[in-house]
């Protein structure tokens, strides 16, 4: 079992900077993929980026030069830090993990309960 817990959401204006971690239980890093994912109100959840053990990374191309993700094996912890926020990032941010080969939505294993960003005009 792997626990994933959130933070860093809050309410922003447009064009700030935002910062949320994913702490996690993980006991071993070797195989691991943690995600981030966002939902927004009456949208479909949606892929952000992904950290692989190995450190690679991919970014959707939507967020590709503003949404960076970070790990920090010592901490245990992936960050997501988000530039030039837009209204439109509102969304819940879900931080999801698995040790399988499926990085969909659907082959996530475990799932953090999610933390509110709201990004005002």
């Known amino acids: 079992q792997v626990q994933l817990v959130e933070s860093g959401g809050g309410s922003v204006q447009a064009g700030d900077s935002l910062s949320l971690s994913c702490a996690t239980s993980?006991?071993?890093?070797?195989?691991?993929?943690v995600a981030w994912f966002r939902q927004a109100p009456e949208k479909e959840r949606e892929f952000v980026a992904l950290i692989r053990w190995s450190e690679r990374t991919v970014v959707a191309d939507s967020f590709k030069g503003r949404f960076t993700i970070s790990r920090d094996n010592a901490k245990k912890t992936v960050a997501l830090r988000m530039n030039s926020l837009r209204p439109e990032d509102t969304a819940v941010y879900y931080c999801?993990?698995?040790?399988?080969?499926?990085?969909?939505?659907?082959?996530?294993?475990?799932w953090g309960k999610g933390t509110l960003v709201t990004v005002s005009s």
């Open positions: 993980a006991q071993t890093s070797i195989g691991i993929v």
């Open positions: 999801a993990a698995t040790y399988g080969s499926d990085w969909t939505a659907g082959g996530m294993y475990y």
